[in-house]
């Protein structure tokens, strides 16, 4: 049986929990070459920019998504489209899950349509997305 037979509307993919401490920060920010203080200048951050903390880098959460998706398609099939948005902040220290669900199963086309987001502690959506990927034959 192709695994997409066992896909169903509603499904859930595995949730990752992630944290990011302030070298963690500042390493991704580095090799993205994102040079914006907010996220590893604490004092700028937080007495200019009046944030409570460093901010987490959005294409970070961006990638935690992808990855999300990533893993649970492992090498079955491959990711068609893939799209996030950055609604609210997260900051260092802040304990975030990445999570998505299924929405919508073709079986002729070989494809499903994922929900996705990225939830702090609270419960509080910070980044919701959607991806679409495509079972091998």
């Given at each position: 049986?192709?695994?997409?037979?066992?896909?169903?509307?509603?499904?859930?993919?595995?949730?990752?929990?992630?944290?990011?401490?302030?070298?963690?920060?500042?390493?991704?920010?580095?090799?993205?070459?994102?040079a914006h203080r907010i996220h590893f200048d604490y004092p700028y951050a937080t007495e200019t920019?009046?944030?409570?903390?460093?901010?987490?880098?959005?294409?970070?959460?961006?990638?935690?998504?992808?990855?999300?998706?990533?893993?649970?398609?492992?090498?079955?099939?491959?990711?068609l489209r893939f799209e996030y948005s950055n609604r609210r902040a997260a900051f260092v220290g802040d304990i975030l899950l990445s999570r998505g669900e299924v929405q919508d199963v073709d079986r002729a086309a070989r494809t499903v349509t994922l929900a996705l987001e990225i939830v702090n502690e609270s419960g509080d959506q910070l980044t919701p997305g959607s991806a679409v990927v495509q079972f091998q034959d």
């Amino acid at each position: 049986m192709a695994r997409i037979d066992e896909v169903s509307v509603g499904d859930r993919l595995p949730e990752s929990r992630h944290e990011t401490d302030t070298v963690g920060q500042f390493l991704y920010n580095a090799v993205l070459w994102n040079a914006h203080r907010i996220h590893f200048d604490y004092p700028y951050a937080t007495e200019t920019e009046k944030y409570p903390g460093l901010v987490v880098a959005g294409p970070l959460m961006g990638d935690w998504l992808s990855q999300c998706v990533l893993e649970w398609l492992a090498d079955d099939g491959r990711l068609l489209r893939f799209e996030y948005s950055n609604r609210r902040a997260a900051f260092v220290g802040d304990i975030l899950l990445s999570r998505g669900e299924v929405q919508d199963v073709d079986r002729a086309a070989r494809t499903v349509t994922l929900a996705l987001e990225i939830v702090n502690e609270s419960g509080d959506q910070l980044t919701p997305g959607s991806a679409v990927v495509q079972f091998q034959d």
